[in-house]
T-cell receptor, first 112, second 114 residues
């Protein structure tokens, strides 16, 4: 499979727990993005990597959120001390130099 | 005001008709525009991109851009039930912003009935 892979597909966690999501982009894509989408809304930008460098972070990305992309390959998004408001679909996308994003299947997070 | 606005619909058209989806954007510096299709429970899929004023056709899809009016549209000809989905409009930030993010509208839900 040469698409964008996200793991896990679903995550249910208790409020206050930490969660980590993984994204494996298309191998030749040097740009990687994280978005968050809630029901009835469009995706909201969280952060962007070009290779291993995190070039932009949204104000939505509070101190509880951190993302990494070691070695410019896969990326992880960690949410510490989860809150119910963090429940959403977390989407990873990758692209080459253009804006033609390819999204992964997403990780659906439910905080109970 | 959100950067990209769409009528959330729902828009309902009969099979074979033309579906017209509309989008406006607030950042006059935006240069690139995209339409994504999202089936229920799935992730967005890129279907069209447009960068210049005018029309761009790809099969049954036509994207239209009018930068003076800050308006983008998507026409779907010969609509099929399989076109039933939410259509997301997206735009790049204007010049001077980091060229990474896209601004998405909330999407328009399209239903094509047989």
């Amino acid at each position: 499979d040469t698409g964008v892979s996200q793991d896990p597909r679903h995550k249910i966690t208790k409020r206050g727990q930490n969660v980590t999501f993984r994204c494996d982009p298309i191998s030749e894509h040097n740009r990687l993005y994280w978005y968050r989408q809630t029901l009835g809304q469009g995706p909201e930008f969280l952060t962007y990597f070009q290779n291993e460098a995190q070039l932009e972070k949204s104000r939505l990305l509070s101190d509880r959120f951190s993302a990494e992309r070691p070695k410019g390959s896969f990326s992880t998004l960690e949410i510490q001390r989860t809150e119910q408001g963090d429940s959403a679909m977390y989407l990873c996308a990758s692209s080459p130099s253009s804006y033609g994003y390819t999204f992964g299947s997403g990780t659906r997070l439910t905080v109970v | 005001q959100k950067e990209v606005e769409q009528n959330s619909g729902p828009l309902s058209v009969p099979e074979g008709a033309i579906a017209s989806l509309n989008c406006t954007y607030s950042d006059r510096g935006s240069q690139s525009f995209f339409w994504y299709r999202q089936y229920s429970g799935k992730s967005p899929e890129l279907i069209m991109s447009i960068y210049s004023n005018g029309d761009k056709e790809d099969g049954r899809f036509t994207a239209q851009l009018n930068k003076a009016s800050q308006y983008v549209s998507l026409l779907i000809r010969d609509s099929q039930p399989s076109d039933s989905a939410t259509y997301l409009c997206a735009a790049t930030p204007g010049r001077g912003s980091t060229l990474g993010r896209l601004y998405f509208g909330r999407g328009t839900q399209l239903t094509v009935w047989p």
